[in-house]
């Protein structure tokens, strides 16, 4: 499976770079990791529990960078066994150009599954595969603009405000009850 997404991230491509080079903010960033070790050079083990449909397994594998231009691009590649679940493997170009906000981040990703996790259906895998690289680089994304923009959220998400009308439910709202 193949996608590509660009997002505007407001940091410098230095900074950009620099995290996706630091494997405490890999840790941070992956969804269900539980452990990051290594260096750039050598590469990265990594550790990450995921339940994909029915299956959840815990990931050990190696990831490996690659094709690496300082502060503008480069290629991430990782292969991990789950054990009875089977294993996973991909990677993904990653871009970074200097943008009005900061820099504009491209990447494209190419995903592969085998054993049980190859049985749930391509359907099924494509949509992890796609929330799994979304959530990446929000993370990453939430990691390097700090706190500011999750602090807007939770204000909007706010229920303090008494005052506002009561959301009904789609039962409450056939019913006319609430």
């Known amino acids: 499976m193949k ?3 660009t997002r505007q991230i ?4 230095a900074e950009v770079y620099a995290a996706l080079l630091n494997p405490d903010v890999l840790k941070a960033c992956v969804p269900g990791a539980t452990e990051v070790t290594g260096s750039p050079a050598d590469g990265f083990e990594a550790s990450v529990t995921q339940k994909v449909g029915p299956v959840k397994a815990t990931f050990k594998g190696a990831v490996v960078l690659s094709d690496m231009i300082e502060n503008q691009s480069l290629t991430i590649s990782g292969e991990g066994k789950g054990g009875a679940a089977g294993f996973a493997k991909g990677g993904a170009e990653v871009s970074m150009t200097a943008s009005e906000g900061g820099t504009e981040l491209s ?3 190419e995903a592969k599954v085998g054993g049980k996790l190859a049985q749930l259906g391509s359907r099924i895998i494509d949509g992890f595969a796609k929330k799994m ?5 929000s993370n990453l994304q939430a990691h390097l603009e700090g706190p500011a923009e999750a602090a807007a959220e939770d204000a909007a998400d706010d229920p303090s405000d008494a005052d506002a009308p009561k959301k009904k439910g789609w039962l409450g709202r056939l019913t ?3």
């Not at 690289?133 to 680089?137: G, N, P, R, V």
């Open 10 to 13: 407001a940091a410098s491509p």
């Open 3 to 5: 996608m590509s997404d």
């Open 176 to 178: 006319g009850k609430e």
């Open 133 to 137: 690289a979304d959530q990446f680089f």
């Open 107 to 109: 990447y494209d990703v």
